[in-house]
Each structure stands twice: as structure tokens, then as C-alpha cells.
């Protein structure tokens, strides 16, 4: 079955950096587009970045500029590089299969707090 695992959350410091990273299986990776989406405590589903199966990617203007999405077809990856996090970016990360609302994994927990 569709199977996506998130990692790579923890806990961190205005300005630091984290690498988010997802593992799909159970479908041909390479031909959907895949989706970061996060949950804050107390708000709603919201998308952060995704990246087409040509490569092409698209961001969120409150990351723009701070993250960077990448996915590895041939090991059926997904990646989320984020830079100078900031207190707001502390949610639950999700990647999503196809829309922001589609297939998740458990989700990966960031923490940004002084």
C-alpha cells in the first residue's frame, strides 16, 4: 500500500537549519507530485512548498527564500532544506502525495523556540 515516513524534525533555535526528509513506497514516485504541507498547534492544514515530476518547484512566500525543495526519483525521496527557521515554523510536517490534502505520512515534529 502507499506508504510515506517523514524524518528529520527536532528541535531547534531561531536561525538554524533542519533537513526534513520523506520515504515513499508503494507507488511510482516519479510520477506524481509531491507536496510539504504543516500543521501548527491550533491552525489548519497548510502548504509549504511542492515540487512537480519535472523537477519544477514552487514555495509559499512566508519560506520563500528560506527553503528548498528537492526529491530523488531513483530512491524515491523527498527533501525540505530549511534555513533561518524562525519561531512561526514550529508545526507538524507533513509530505503529501499529489495535493496538499492527499496521501500524508505520521508527520515529522519541528520545534523552533529560543
Known amino acids: 500500500q502507499v506508504q510515506l515516513v517523514e524524518s528529520g524534525g527536532g528541535s531547534v533555535h531561531p536561525g538554524e537549519s533542519l533537513t526534513l526528509s520523506c520515504a515513499g513506497s508503494?507507488?511510482?514516485?516519479?510520477?506524481?507530485?509531491m507536496y510539504w504541507v504543516r500543521q501548527a498547534p491550533g491552525k489548519g492544514l497548510e502548504w509549504v512548498s511542492f515540487?512537480?515530476?519535472?523537477?519544477?518547484?514552487y514555495y509559499a512566500d512566508f519560506v520563500k527564500g528560506r527553503f528548498t525543495i528537492s526529491r530523488d526519483n531513483a530512491k524515491n525521496t523527498l527533501a525540505l532544506q530549511m534555513n533561518s527557521l524562525k519561531t512561526a515554523d514550529t508545526a507538524v510536517y507533513y509530505c503529501?502525495?499529489?495535493?496538499?490534502?492527499?496521501?500524508r505520512g505520521q508527520g515529522t515534529q519541528v520545534t523552533v523556540s529560543s
Open positions: 508503494g507507488f511510482d514516485f516519479s510520477d506524481w507530485p
Open positions: 503529501a502525495r499529489g495535493a496538499p490534502a492527499g496521501t
Open positions: 515540487i512537480l515530476t519535472g523537477g519544477e518547484t
